[in-house]
């Protein structure tokens, strides 16, 4: 494919993921296995899809670097297996590792639970020029804490701020602080990969049946599955109450991981491209600079 193709299959591909009207959306009407944002194109071609559209992702992030004044924060969540690492790893795999940086959010460490919750990712939001991944993020404020709202006494909140609709003013918190983001400079994508319960079976015993695969599987991930309902609710709340025209979420079918990573490399192009990206302009007096630097060189000699 060439460019404007990838282009415009990522602007396609955008439209039918983004949540645009988070107010009547319905989780239930995501299909896990829907393929559909691609019309006629096959597992087959997916390969070289994917590498065009690294290839290009690599150039916008060339010049997004070269620019130095938006930063991207791509935030992935999902129920376990649903493919993040593998997102993650396939669609950045072109990009310069010094303009990108990874963070992995688990349970807090005891530091962490020393400060508001949004602290920690704070401290690891992207500089100017470069993306941010948060794998996992403060969202999970409002889905383990929700579906385990004992976690909640663990916070080290003062017990009178423990309020019943405490997500709902969370909700409000990430609202605002993302916009704040946005107004100075930072450009949010957000990635729900929405894997079915029965293809998160399959891979849960996939990991079990092949020795290479153990050290993926977790007994607490079948733990948490059994609160699977619960966390499509959360989920389903989260995207209604946080989905917003500067920070969308983006609902990914994710039972084909072919065509999880292609949707998600096609959104990410879509939104540098939407940023009209070019390397900084030279002025006389640097191209000026430039002439004498060269000329000084060549007086060297080989
Ligand atoms: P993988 O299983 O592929 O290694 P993962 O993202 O599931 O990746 P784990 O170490 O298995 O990583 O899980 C991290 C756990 O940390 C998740 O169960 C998540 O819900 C939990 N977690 C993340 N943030 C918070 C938080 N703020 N409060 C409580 N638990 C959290
Ligand atoms: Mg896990």
Redesign the pocket.
Known sequence: MNDGEILSTGRALAKRYAIENPKSFRLQSCDPDGTDGLTGLKKGDAKELLEDGVRMLAQQQDMLYAQDHWSILLIFQ?M??AG??GVIKHVMSGINPQGCEVH?????STE?LDHD?LW?STRRLPPRGTIGIF????Y??V???RV?RE?LTH?KIPPSLLEKDIFESRYVDIRNMEEYLSRNGTVIRKFFLNVSKAEQRKRFLDRIDTPEKHW?F?A??VK?RQHWDQYMDSYEEMIRHTSTPNSPWHVIPADNKWFTRIAVAGIIIDTLASLGLHYPKVDEGRLAQLKEARESLMEEGS
């Open positions: 999902a376990d297996a993040k690492d992995s959010f688990k349970a807090p962490e919750y920690r794998n996992r993020s403060y999970e404020e889905l383990v804490v385990h976690i916070q993926k977790s607490t991930d948490e």
